[in-house]
Antibody, heavy 120, light 106 residues
Framework: QVTLRESGPALVKPTQTLTLTCTFSGFSLSTSKMCVSWIRQPPGKALEWLALIDGDDDKYYSTSLKTRLTISKDTSKNQVVLTLTTMDAVDTATYYC????????????WGQGTLVTVSS | DVQMTQSPSSLSASVGDRVTITCQASQDISNYLSWYQQKPGNAPKLLIDAASNLETGVPSRFSGSRSGTDFTFTISSLQPEDIATYYCQQYENLPFTFGGGTRVEI
């Protein structure tokens, strides 16, 4: 049974760095065809893909956010960590992690999401 | 980046109606197009991949098709449980990109 769960702060101040953790079970991120992505959704708005990391430790990032994003994994802990620097109010969103297996862009399992609000 | 233009942004229909949502890609993405359903307060759920392939367990009233860079998502007979926002997404090119979403109401 595949599950993913996001964790991290609910509130961050402007200019701070956000660190989110995705803890998963039911699959291994040691398999080269497996990957985990982060996707976010501002309140009432559309989904935005942010980053992915695969079993080979290859990483890919959103074009507009790549200078601020870092994705990493701890295979032994079954965790994927996302950091987003220089947080701003426009980064307020629900952040999801999601698994892809058949194709890197097909997200078949999602976490429930975690709402992060940026406010002083 | 590939731009995905989805329309309409919202629609209202009656139970039993046929509902159609369209998505246009800014460049050729072959069949690498998926559709997700998102109910309020929930994570998105993958319904269709490869433009027209229904995921296991998804009711057959949902379908998808492709014509060039234009993609169509159809609910043949709208049910109350289909109230949700639907998103298209291309996965032919990184970065993956989503359409703006279509809110379906009754």
């Amino acid at each position: 049974q595949v599950t993913l769960r996001e964790s991290g702060p609910a509130l961050v101040k402007p200019t701070q760095t956000l660190t989110l953790t995705c803890t998963f079970s039911g699959f291994s991120l040691s398999t080269s065809k497996m990957c985990v992505s982060w996707i976010r959704q501002p309140p009432g708005k559309a989904l935005e893909w942010l980053a992915l990391i695969d079993g080979d430790d290859d990483k890919y990032y959103s074009t507009s956010l790549k200078t601020r994003l870092t994705i990493s994994k701890d295979t032994s802990k079954n965790q994927v960590v996302l950091t987003l620097t220089t947080m701003d109010a426009v980064d307020t969103a629900t952040y999801y992690c999601a698994r892809a297996f058949r194709n890197y862009g097909l997200f078949d399992y999602w976490g429930q999401g975690t709402l992060v609000t940026v406010s002083s | 980046d590939v731009q995905m233009t989805q329309s309409p942004s919202s629609l209202s229909a009656s139970v039993g109606d046929r509902v159609t949502i369209t998505c246009q890609a800014s460049q050729d993405i072959s069949n690498y197009l998926s559709w997700y359903q998102q109910k309020p307060g929930n994570a998105p759920k993958l319904l269709i991949d490869a433009a027209s392939n229904l995921e296991t367990g998804v009711p057959s009233r949902f379908s998808g098709s492709r014509s060039g860079t234009d993609f169509t998502f159809t609910i043949s007979s709208l049910q109350p449980e289909d109230i949700a926002t639907y998103y298209c997404q291309q996965y032919e090119n990184l970065p993956f990109t989503f359409g703006g979403g279509t809110r379906v109401e009754i």
